[in-house]
């Protein structure tokens, strides 16, 4: 019975040890399933407006301090890419948010996270939709030592099982 239970424990908790990052790095944990219905967001467009289409995994939050979330968006024929993030980690850090399009094609942008309590975001450049919105997903990895060649602090990823549906 207990060995029966340890693998149901360890079966629910191999997801989320996954998307921390290798194995020995950061451990990550996932947003309470409320927010996986209904993704919450660290940052709101300042417009006010939403895209037509957005897509967003779960927020996710390091032992480092850093809070993320990243989605995919479609409006008007256009797709692109967006990480919302908080970095309380204590120094300025890198991601590369990647953008994957059918066929193998990816985009990416590099930005500078900056340390601070204040909600940031970066994205990749839009481009015209190909195919599906559905067949696009987004990756966003954030490193420490100011230059992104430090270590892998948190992997925040758009919604992966809608990506293994399709």
């Known amino acids: 019975m207990i ?7 360890f079966t629910a908790l191999l997801p989320l ?3 921390a990052g290798p194995a020995g790095g950061p451990t990550a944990r996932s ?7 209904e993704p919450q967001k660290l940052h709101e467009p300042e417009n006010g407006g939403a895209p037509s289409g957005e897509r967003c995994g779960p927020a996710l939050t390091s032992r480092d301090g850093i809070e993320a979330q990243t989605c995919v968006l479609t409006e008007n024929g256009d797709t692109w890419g967006r990480t ?4 309380a980690s204590g120094e300025e850090l890198r991601s ?11 985009v990416q942008s590099h930005c500078v996270v900056e340390d601070g309590d ?7 450049p839009r481009e ?3 195919g599906k919105p559905e067949r696009y997903w987004a990756v966003t990895e954030f490193a420490g030592s100011g230059d992104g060649t430090g270590p892998l602090l948190l992997r925040s990823g758009s919604n992966s099982a809608a990506r293994s549906a399709s």
Request: proline share 10%; with cysteine.
């Open 3 to 9: 060995g029966l239970a340890t693998v149901v424990v």
């Open 17 to 19: 040890a996954a998307s």
């Open 31 to 37: 947003a309470p399933p409320a927010a996986l219905q």
């Open 84 to 87: 919302y993030y908080r970095n």
């Open 96 to 106: 590369v948010l990647s953008l994957m399009a059918p066929e193998g094609r990816t």
């Open 118 to 124: 204040e909600p940031g975001s970066c994205e990749t």
């Open 128 to 130: 015209r939709t190909a």
